[in-house]
């Protein structure tokens, strides 16, 4: 990418721009909101663009982006779970929730929750399949939504510099930015994958 004789950034960049940051915040929310979507390898391509970008403030803008999606969409998430909580014949929010929270992890991420309070949100961001069992627990102690907010804005921020880092490395390390996206999505692929395959090894041994 460069720049135009006046210094301002080429046309095809301010409609990457255009599209691209729209876009990404409704991937994150929608992924939030329904936990298929891989948000994180979608931030981590993001940031690859961003740092091949000429523009200013794109990466900045990239985290502003997803922070802000992931914190509504898990805000959302947590209200619907609430109201789930509240009926007498639950909700499908609700029992998607309790679907994706196993026993055992929703009984590890309720120990944490007793011991560390809202804190544990941060570190359930950035655990792979980490978010929804603490998510599960602190409705069933039936945390307000102001005090579950508190705690999942640090959260949200620590998940976006992360992916974003990740992006970051991945498109410092090739000159063209769909390898460095290629490279991104591997090792966020592999960051996802790596507590499962350790578990499963530490229960064969």
Same mark, same amino acid.
């Given at each position: 990418?460069?720049?135009?004789?006046?210094?301002?950034?080429?046309?095809?960049?301010?409609?990457?721009?255009?599209?691209?940051?729209?876009?990404?915040? #409704?991937? @994150?929310?929608?992924?939030?909101?329904?936990?298929?979507?891989?948000?994180?390898?979608?931030?981590?391509?993001?940031?690859? @663009?961003?740092?091949?970008?000429?523009?200013?403030?794109?990466?900045?803008?990239?985290? @502003?982006?997803?922070?802000?999606?992931?914190?509504?969409?898990?805000?959302?998430?947590?209200?619907?779970?609430?109201?789930?909580?509240?009926?007498?014949?639950?909700?499908?929010?609700?029992?998607?929730?309790?679907?994706?929270?196993?026993?055992?992890?929703?009984?590890?991420?309720?120990?944490?929750?007793?011991?560390?309070?809202?804190?544990?949100?941060?570190?359930?961001?950035?655990?792979?399949?980490?978010?929804?069992?603490?998510?599960?627990?602190?409705?069933?102690?039936? #945390?307000? #939504?102001?005090?579950?907010?508190?705690?999942?804005?640090?959260?949200?921020?620590?998940?976006?510099?992360?992916?974003?880092?990740?992006?970051?490395?991945?498109?410092?390390?090739?000159?063209?930015?769909?390898?460095?996206?290629?490279?991104?999505?591997?090792?966020?692929?592999?960051?996802?994958?790596?507590?499962?395959?350790?578990?499963?090894?530490?229960?064969?041994?």
């Amino acid at each position: 990418m460069v720049l135009s004789a006046a210094g301002t950034t080429l046309p095809h960049e301010s409609t990457q721009q255009a599209v691209g940051y729209p876009t990404l915040f #409704m991937l @994150v929310l929608i992924g939030a909101l329904v936990p298929v979507v891989p948000t994180g390898a979608l931030v981590s391509s993001a940031a690859v @663009v961003a740092f091949h970008q000429t523009a200013p403030f794109s990466l900045l803008l990239v985290f @502003v982006t997803a922070s802000l999606a992931a914190f509504l969409g898990d805000i959302a998430l947590y209200w619907l779970g609430r109201r789930g909580m509240g009926s007498k014949n639950g909700s499908r929010w609700l029992e998607a929730i309790r679907r994706r929270a196993p026993e055992d992890r929703l009984a590890r991420a309720q120990e944490r929750l007793d011991d560390h309070g809202v804190t544990v949100l941060v570190l359930s961001r950035l655990v792979p399949a980490g978010r929804i069992p603490v998510m599960l627990a602190c409705l069933l102690a039936k #945390m307000p #939504m102001r005090r579950f907010a508190r705690g999942n804005l640090p959260a949200c921020l620590a998940w976006a510099v992360t992916y974003q880092l990740i992006g970051i490395v991945g498109g410092s390390l090739f000159s063209e930015p769909w390898e460095g996206v290629v490279a991104a999505v591997a090792l966020t692929l592999v960051i996802s994958v790596a507590p499962g395959v350790w578990r499963r090894v530490r229960s064969a041994g």
